[in-house]
């Protein structure tokens, strides 16, 4: 039923109710004149007259108090439906779909996940970790990370925290293989690289020359598509490989990983967050919005400054000098 209609019935069932068009107009908070020409529409679109209307007085007609005895339960039914939905964008419950990248993302979602669904157990969150960019609409997204740059126009975004990519190495491979001098002598040391989940093609490292990113295709000793299991081959002393700042910082500041070409290193990206609206979120998107924010804006604990990086350089090479 078109939403004037809904409207025009409102308007008969009030003005019976209230006995004035007038009255019925305020209720609805429309003009009298609207209120009229509601009811003239209505009547002209059923080819009936619904109501008796006089300066004084107004009533129904027999096809008026038919329409109104068999569309009343309806019209009841949608308003509570109506109000059900009202409410139901102030309650923190109900589905919530988040995305974010594959790649080093988990570890930094679960933490404001857990703190989040202690907070509103009532929520049941569906994530999707994926490292291709889908369609926002289609896939019902409620929130969204990405690395880079908005997946998707109309979306509204708000930055993180940066990125770095860091060259990494366990002491243990820096002490059967030395460490590597240059970004030339890469070519000949156990190099892991990262397979891509939406192209399937090997990554290049990225490391930065002045105010340029530039890239570097190496032969992988090692070549995986899961973040989490390359870490424990850096870790385990078996390959060099290029990790996220937010997968190492803990382990670069515990002295179990060491950062290589610090002063070269790709800090171009940042990861952000995305939802669709500012102003039509229900309270469960809003609150993790707001605690995801609160998280991981510029947390130190998810990235290094550049003296410490310079300082883990320099006490891991110096142990296998």
């Known amino acids: 039923m078109p939403m004037h209609h809904i409207r025009a019935m409102a308007v008969l069932s009030q003005a019976v109710e209230l006995g004035s068009l007038r009255r019925a107009a305020a209720a609805q908070g429309i003009s009298p004149q609207a209120a009229s020409q509601a009811l003239v529409q ?5 080819g009936v007259r619904l109501l008796h209307r006089t300066t004084r007085s107004l009533a129904l007609t027999e096809e008026g108090q038919q329409l109104l005895e068999t569309a009343q339960p309806a019209m009841a039914a949608l308003e509570r439906a109506l109000n059900r939905a009202r409410s139901a964008k102030d309650d923190v419950a109900g589905p919530l779909r988040i995305v974010g990248p594959q790649s080093s993302f988990a570890p930094v979602l679960w933490s404001v996940l857990d703190e989040y669904c202690q907070r509103h157990p009532e929520v ?7 490292d291709r ?23 509204v975004a708000r930055r993180l925290l940066p990125m770095q990519i860091l060259t ?21 040391h156990r190099c892991s690289l990262y397979r891509h989940a939406g192209s399937g093609r090997l990554l290049p490292w990225f490391f930065r020359q002045g105010d340029a990113i530039i890239t570097r295709e190496l032969p992988p000793t090692l070549s995986v598509n899961d973040a989490a299991v390359e870490l424990e081959a850096v870790l385990s002393g078996q390959v060099i ?4 700042s937010s997968q190492v910082t803990q382990a670069v500041r515990q002295g179990r990983l060491v950062p290589l070409f610090t002063e ?52 891991g090479r110096a142990a296998v000098a």
């Open 42 to 46: 209505l009547e002209t679109h059923l």
């Open 241 to 244: 490989a290029q990790l996220a």
């Open 264 to 315: 070269q290193m790709a800090d171009h990206m940042s990861l952000f967050i995305y939802w669709g609206s500012r102003r039509t979120q229900p309270s469960r998107v809003r609150a993790f919005i707001d605690l995801a924010v609160a998280r991981l804006a510029d947390n130190p604990a998810l990235f290094l400054s550049h003296a410490e990086l310079a300082d883990a350089e320099a006490r």
């Open 124 to 130: 049941q969150p569906d994530i999707q970790l994926d």
């Open 133 to 155: 960019i889908g369609n926002w609409v289609e896939d019902r997204v409620d929130v969204g990370f990405r690395v880079g740059v908005s997946p998707q126009e109309g979306l």
């Open 168 to 188: 990494c190495a366990a002491p243990a491979y820096l002490a059967r293989y030395g460490a590597p001098a240059s970004l030339e002598a890469l070519a000949s």
